[in-house]
């Protein structure tokens, strides 16, 4: 599958940044310039299928997910590029280094672990799929619609993003949401027993955040040899959104190892 994607040009080293679920690429713009401008990387703003301004499709996966990735970096001549994935993004990271070691030269997983989690977005989904039922006029409607479901003034504002002009006066979602919620099992399942990649691979996890525990230590050893864990003081799951300076600072630490 073609990846839609927004390239913010330096000259250095690519760097693909990966989107969580019912995210896109421009969620990450502002710290992606950052990246660029201040560090010279080569900034890969992906799309994943079903997300953002990429195309449509009933299948849905890690396996698949990974692979439209390294078609991506195919088309565009990426050859041993630094990956950074929050999230879902973090498990189709994983899925691509362990496929394709190759490919990466180094791995940041942003507050996710290769294992399963319970299901966990109910009221995002029943949330959005009220939205998706609305004649939506504006962004103030579909505001006070959500809030019905979603309390967090940030949380409404990332999932009011994937809203476009559909055509003049209504407003629609870009995701795939039907897909999404029909394959949300996919999202929430883990990595293959057997997937090991050796390359340098450094977890980043909110200390407020339920998504990495101590517990998990061993497995992420199992996976990924030579992981490291970074903890951003104060930060739950959206780690980047909520304390974008800290996790900035952390990732440029990470670089300089």
Known sequence: MKLHSNIIAGKGKPLLIIHGLFGMGDNWKTLGKKFAEENDFEVHLVDQRNHGRSPHSEKFNY????????????????????????????????????????????????????????????????????????????????????????????????????????????????????????????????????????????????EKSGYIHAEDRDLLNKHFPKSQLLTIKDAGHWVHAEKPDEFYQGVIRIFEI
């Open 63 to 206: 396996d698949l997910m990974a692979d439209d990735l390294i078609e991506y970096c195919q088309d565009h001549h990426l050859e041993k590029v630094i990956i950074i994935g929050h999230s879902m993004g973090g498990k189709i990271a994983m899925e691509l280094a362990t496929k394709k070691p190759e490919l990466v030269e180094a791995l940041i997983v942003v507050d996710i672990a290769p294992k399963s989690y319970p299901p966990h977005h109910d009221e995002i989904l029943k949330g959005l799929t009220a939205l998706s039922e609305e004649k939506l006029t504006s962004r103030k409607q579909a505001d006070e619609s959500l809030e019905k479901h979603i309390a967090d003034w940030g949380v409404r504002q990332f999932l009011l993003k994937n809203l476009y002009w559909k055509e003049k006066g209504i407003l629609d979602f870009r995701m795939n949401l039907p897909v999404l919620k029909e394959k949300y099992e996919e999202v929430t399942g883990s990595i293959a027993e057997d997937a090991i990649y050796e390359g340098p691979t450094f977890f980043i996890k909110g």
